[in-house]
């Protein structure tokens, strides 16, 4: 079984500013992959980023990055530069990489991300 | 351009009148997927289909039901929906069931209302 636990229900960063999202995980598989998605109130999920368990490099997309610390399982989301068009919901999510699970995503509970001109 | 589009947007039923929703992907991905999203909660897998395989997940209501008539269409079926059946319907594809770094996509979603 899976397990993301997403501890900030919400918060607040200043425009331009950096803003980290918590993630941690519990799971046995030896091998997953992490993912996070923002969801704008008009309701779409988008993704953002992706890190897998055994990739050697924190994953890196634009303005996203993901620090990965695979002995603490937590997989936060950094934000730089924030901008007004980033306020949204933000998940965290995760699947097992054996070809046996399937492509089944676990989510976390949310942060709601809101930030400030 | 969309690539995974949902249909309508916003729908209201009437409590007890079976609705269905609609979803439909440019991808041509083997892997559909409903979830049912409740208000400021995480999404939850309803069921998917990979190919014409249904897959049920085991806490999922009777009263929901899906068909996919072909790779690009698939459809949420409520027979009879009630209050709490009222949350934001999510469809995403993916291109298959292994591992790997593959996303799941989302569609802008359907947002259902019981009265």
Sequence with gaps: AQKITQTQPGMFVQE?????????????????????????????????????????????????????????????????????????????????????????????????????? | DAMVIQNPRYQVTQFGKPVTLSCSQTLNHNVMYWYQQKSSQAPKLLFHYYDKDFNNEADTPDNFQSRRPNTSFCFLDIRSPGLGDAAMYLCATSRDLAGGNQPQHFGDGTRLSIL
């Design chain 1, 16 to 117: 331009k500013e950096a803003v980290t999202l918590d993630c941690t995980y519990d799971t046995s598989d030896p091998s997953y992959g992490l993912f996070w998605y923002k969801q704008p109130s008009s309701g779409e999920m988008i993704f953002l980023i992706y890190q897998g368990s055994y990739d050697q490099q924190n994953a890196t997309e634009g303005r996203y990055s993901l620090n990965f610390q695979k002995a603490r399982k937590s997989a936060n989301l950094v934000i730089s530069a924030s901008q007004l068009g980033d306020s949204a919901m933000y998940f965290c999510a995760m699947r097992p990489l054996n070809n046996n699970a399937g492509n089944m995503l676990t989510f976390g509970g949310g942060t709601r991300l809101m930030v400030k001109p």
